[in-house]
């Protein structure tokens, strides 16, 4: 075993390994290697033919229901926070209760979504299931919710706390709840 001395453990691969008594092991000390990410060029292409085909199948095709440890495809609705005109994204979404988790990631690039930019300027919004269309409020979560949450991700995606590190802010975790009066909401499903 390798000591580590106190200056290094401010870096993250010793921090996270869970050894606070300075000792560390050689593998702990070699940066860990970040999951593969396709270039950003495609990425956005991939994004914008999933949009192209949902459009041209008429809703019909794109979205899908979560299941087992695979997250659901949603077309979330939100209002432009400058233009005031609706903007629409297809996201990654799992269900927790009648509430619906997605994360504000961007393709794990840099800058925050416009999504969700606008969805913090404007709560109220609305998604398309394959069940058809609810209207919900998003918030990010915090605390013991945003953890327990994040761990539920992290069960689906095994490389996500890989794919957090490459951003160097927090990437929230949104929850959009049914809006009050509507029937997801009363039903509590």
Known sequence: MVRCPPACRWLPFVRDSGRYDGGVTESDLRPAKKPWLPPRWFIRLFWSAHRGVFRR??????????????????????????????????????????NLVSLAMNGWGEPEPAWWLNLQAHPDATVDLVDGPRPVRGH????????????????????????????????AVVVLVPRPGTSEASRGT
């Open 57 to 98: 199948s008429g809703g019909r095709v794109g979205l899908s229901r979560p299941r087992g440890n695979r997250y659901g495809m949603l077309r979330l609705t939100t209002v432009g926070r400058r233009t005031g005109q609706q903007r629409s994204v297809i996201l990654g979404y799992f269900e927790d209760g009648a």
């Open 140 to 171: 990010a979560a915090t605390g013991d919710e945003r953890s327990r949450l994040w761990a539920r991700w992290r069960e689906i995606d095994k490389n996500l706390d890989g794919y957090a590190a490459r951003r160097s802010s927090e990437t």
